[in-house]
């Protein structure tokens, strides 16, 4: 297979040039080729397969040890000028990026077979999709790129029909973590990766082109490409509604993306759509239809259990690669937090101790194609996407934010998603409880200025007037005693209907000067174990919590300089103007 394109063509044959592969390989997409790379990849011991009668076609994959996590701090974003990039993002000059790059590549494919991935970001057929293309010499990244995006020949037809692409250069190199960099070029629409095949830094469809790029390409064409899971609920008296949720890592994401509708809500019918990347383009119509432009999930695997995420456990027990899992004495894969089996191997294929750390890598994580969930739902492959009633943004904090609350307007909304934040918990590195801000939960995948980011979330007020609600939910409040408030899991579906009541307009509410939260009566808590006391609490305010967090806010708006919309910071002190008036009064 080769191609038509003589775009496509030329920058293959320069790469080829320049990193000197022992053969080239067009990746057409097939399940033979997928089989093929997974008996090469046996053979060499790059995979290892599992149990083949409790887990069928599942194999594991262990990274080298220095290679197991994005790293942020050699992931840049290279524009001419560099306020362009931000302060929220690392930056290099193109022409220093390019030729620091081009040293790197050079060669770096002796021995190796390189591999041509033409990929779609979304269904194939939908003029929201975007395409790429991958050159890499990893066959793993070709097999999870297999179960990751729509890639091969349908992909490669596309991208001759429309002669363009996003250009992603790849190789493992050394696996030399002084020699690893991710540098990416908006304006150009490249990427380039160099000496990491971990995931997120070698998969270059997902963060690096669904996110970085797609989100400055958004700007110039007026959508937004975010970092949301997308789920659709059906109510029992079959009202439709898909909620587009963006959360910071700890936060519950995957979770509520494969909720399971508690017993007290079984007529409650629930979908994932999609777990991690969300595409928002205005319809016709005016209204916000999202697409899922991945078509399959790449997800961190402790804690995952049948209590914690049962769509999830049940999805990935056939057809998954396994990357830096532990093992037990029968070959199942294990880890922290699965709650059946016992570890014998660790991550890196070490007998099991635990003087050496987790069993599993705290990163470890499994690939699945979406097909794999049992609340799989084909509109994931509908070119028209779904109509988005509500955007829901979350963090975990212990105080301060109430378990939900709308919004008052679409910019105050946008002012909610700027002001995404989290506390650091025992299991980050450094200090506990610390405030980390995350807006819109993009903070390591913004590919331009957060102040240029947020002025194109504003535009859409005069783009049209079917806008969504905006919500914010917390639900990780806690007791004085450490103990969460709120249940969570399945539970957090009570929440999710008052939101859909809320869009409705079926729900009442009480307004505050952060916005409209529910009355505790407002929230169904039927035969759950909460207090009328702790359903006070987490349906009110700390006024003077909050007029501290909107000062702190505040100043790290103010912090992206001439950028930050002066609409965003007059939201800010309206909100800031209504506490402190209300503190005035209660004194």
Not at 229 to 257: D, Q
Not at 347 to 361: F, I, L, S, T, V
Not at 477 to 487: D, K, L, T
Request: charge should be negative.
């Amino acid at each position: 297979m080769t191609t038509t394109l003589a775009a496509l063509q030329s920058w293959v044959d320069q790469v080829a040039t320049q990193t000197q592969p022992d053969s080239i390989h067009w990746c057409d997409g097939s399940e033979a080729e997928y089989q093929q790379l997974v008996k090469l990849m046996l053979a060499d011991g790059t995979l290892t397969k599992l149990n083949e009668k409790t887990y069928p076609n599942c194999y594991l994959h262990r990274s080298d040890p220095n290679d197991v996590a994005r790293v942020e701090h050699l992931t840049y974003v290279c524009t001419e000028d560099e306020d362009d990039a931000g302060q929220n993002n690392n930056w290099m000059n193109p022409a220093d990026a390019h030729a620091r790059m081009v040293g790197l590549f050079e060669g770096c494919m002796r021995g190796r077979t390189m591999y041509v991935i033409p990929y779609c970001m979304g269904p194939i057929g939908s003029c929201f999709a975007r395409c790429g293309v991958e050159i890499t010499d990893s066959p793993y990244v070709v097999i999870n790129m297999k179960l990751m995006t729509r890639m091969g020949s349908q992909a490669l037809e596309r991208i001759e029909k429309e002669g363009t692409f996003v250009r992603g250069l790849h190789s493992t190199g050394e696996l030399d973590p002084e020699r690893r960099f991710i540098v990416h070029f908006p304006e150009e629409r490249s990427i380039m990766s160099y000496g990491s095949g971990y995931g997120g830094n070698a998969l270059l469809g997902k963060k690096c082109h669904a996110l970085r790029i797609a989100s400055y390409q958004a700007r110039e064409e007026g959508w937004l490409a975010e970092h949301m899971l997308i789920v659709g609920l059906e109510s029992p008296e079959g009202a439709v509604h898909y909620i587009a949720c963006a959360f910071p890592s700890a936060c519950g994401k995957t979770n509520l993306a494969m909720l399971i509708p508690p017993e007290e809500l079984h007529d409650w019918k629930v979908w994932t759509l999609g777990d991690d990347i969300a595409w928002l383009h205005p319809d016709d119509t005016g209204k916000l239809r999202a697409i899922n432009p991945e078509s399959g999930y790449f997800g961190v695997v402790p804690g995952t259990n049948p209590k914690t995420n049962k769509n999830a456990y049940d999805m990935i027990t056939h057809d998954t690669i396994f990357t830096n899992v532990a093992t037990t004495a029968d070959n199942e894969p294990w880890w922290e937090g699965k709650k059946e089996g016992t570890p014998a191997k660790d991550w890196q294929g070490r007998d099991y101790d635990a003087a050496n750390g987790p069993a599993a890598h705290p990163n470890s994580r499994f690939t699945v194609a979406a097909t794999n969930n049992r609340a799989y739902s084909n509109l994931c492959d509908a070119p028209e996407g779904v109509p988005i009633s509500a955007i829901v943004f979350g963090g975990r904090r212990k105080n301060v934010a109430p378990l939900v609350y709308e919004a008052k307007s679409w910019e105050h909304g946008v002012l909610v998603g700027a002001g995404t934040a989290s506390e650091t918990t025992a299991a980050m590195v450094g200090e506990v409880g610390v405030i980390r801000r995350d807006p819109m939960a993009m903070k390591p995948f913004c590919g331009y200025n957060f102040g240029d980011y947020f002025a194109h979330w504003l535009s859409f007020r005069e783009r049209t007037t079917h806008l969504p609600k905006i919500f914010h939910v917390n639900w990780f409040r806690q007791h004085e005693n450490g103990e969460f408030m709120w249940p969570g899991f399945g539970e957090n579906l009570r929440v999710l209907q008052w939101i859909i009541d809320r869009c409705e307009h079926r729900a009442d509410a009480q307004e505050t000067p952060i916005g409209f939260l529910p009355h505790p009566c407002d929230i169904d808590t039927k035969d759950l174990d909460i207090s009328e006391e702790t359903m006070g609490i987490l349906t009110s305010i700390n006024t003077r919590q909050c007029r501290d967090e909107t000062i702190s806010l505040g100043k790290y708006l103010e912090g992206f300089g001439e950028r930050t919309p002066k609409a965003l910071l007059d939201q800010q002190r309206i909100v800031l103007d209504a506490l402190s008036e209300s503190l005035a009064k209660a004194s």
